[in-house]
């Protein structure tokens, strides 16, 4: 089949009953152009469902052959609400409308829950076993085989352990802001290698490069990004986290479960089609927001902690983002409180299974 697309593309196309669904597409670029043709000619939506795991050579085709003739959708592991049956929900927002109607059809979760599903990640695979035995197989399988195909093919990196030593110094460093020289030192690699090598792991979707919030959206493309590891399984297995236990109780305990919250976030608005207009805020004085969402020109403040009890939060509020003179909607305490806790007027605690 694959040689046939490749060979002979038209004649492939011409035996398919539309519409199909090809897979792992980038293999046959040749099929492409003779796709733009027929979508050309019968003028339909939906004829051709083409996926791909390597973005790299599959959006350099689509861009190329297809531009204004595709809806690209870019998905990343199950989400939780695709787990809990809640594949109809909306982005997630802490309007509390939005809230109180999660509050009815998501599933509070407890620590032991949380961590298990954070240690397990979001890879298919992993997600329908139903023990762990295979996980440690799992994700260095996964490794191996992103590097050699992927990276390796894309980059053509020769010295593929300063790689995989790279994947694991950046995991170590999930939900931190970037430090490039930091990071050039314990690879052992210049500062240009290192943002080549962040923006290969960003456009495969390893990671998420979450941009500061101005008002200004110039400085926005020149601050310092913070980093997150899209799958936390594969996070915890380059760290070295064998099992959730251990990791719930280890120094990177907080980290991840606020990577794992923040991506949780960013996939329902991917898993929507849309993409997501999330921040962090930092100001002068080094006050913090670990995230906020603007929809609608309005900004929804949310602050991430590892904790059941909202007196024990040490939360300060959302005050400081009066400066942005922007709207500020209904904000949030992703935490581990039971349900739904009003904290403030504006503020509501919410258990994280409601993402």
């Not at 456009?203 to 913070?226: E, H, I």
């Not at 900004?299 to 509020?317: D, R």
């Amino acid at each position: 089949m694959r040689l046939a697309a490749q060979q002979d593309p038209a004649s492939f196309l011409d035996r398919l009953e539309l519409p199909v669904l090809i897979d792992e597409v980038q293999y046959a670029p040749n099929l492409f152009p003779y796709i733009k043709m027929v979508v050309d000619k019968e003028k339909k939506n939906g004829l051709f469902w083409v996926t791909g795991s390597q973005q790299f050579d599959m959006m350099q085709n689509v861009t190329e052959s297809l531009a204004g003739r595709v809806a690209v959708l870019k998905l990343q592991g199950i989400s939780q609400a695709e787990e809990q049956g809640r594949s109809n929900d909306a982005p997630f927002l802490p309007e509390l409308k939005n809230l109180k109607a999660r509050q009815k059809a998501a599933k509070a979760l407890k620590l032991p829950e949380v961590f298990h599903k954070i240690w397990r990640g979001s890879y298919p695979d992993m997600v329908a076993q139903e023990n762990d035995k295979n996980w440690e197989r799992f994700y260095s399988s996964y490794v191996t085989t992103y590097i050699q195909r992927d990276v390796r093919e894309y980059l053509d990196i020769t010295d593929t352990a300063a790689f995989h030593k790279f994947m694991q110094i950046a995991a170590a460093r999930t939900g931190q802001l970037i430090n490039y020289s930091d990071m050039a030192r314990d690879v052992g690699k210049d500062n240009t290698t290192i943002k080549t090598w962040l923006d290969v792991l960003h456009a495969s979707g390893v990671v998420y490069m979450l941009q500061p919030y101005f008002n200004n959206r110039t400085k926005r493309l020149v601050k310092t990004p913070k980093l997150y590891f899209m799958d936390t399984g594969l996070c915890s297995y380059l760290t070295g986290w064998l099992n959730p236990d251990v990791l719930e109780r280890g120094a990177m305990s907080g980290a991840i479960f606020e990577t794992w919250t923040i991506t949780e976030i960013i996939k329902s608005y991917l898993h929507n089609g849309r993409s997501p207009r999330v921040y962090f805020y930092r100001d002068k004085d080094k006050r913090e927001i670990d995230l906020l969402i603007e929809e609608s020109g309005t900004l929804y403040p949310i602050e991430i902690k590892k904790t059941a009890s909202v007196q024990n939060a040490n939360f300060k509020g959302f005050n400081m983002l009066e400066n942005l003179k922007m709207p500020i909607g209904h904000g949030a305490l992703m935490c581990m409180a039971s349900g739904l806790t009003p904290v403030s007027d504006n503020v509501d605690a919410v258990n994280v299974g409601f993402i």
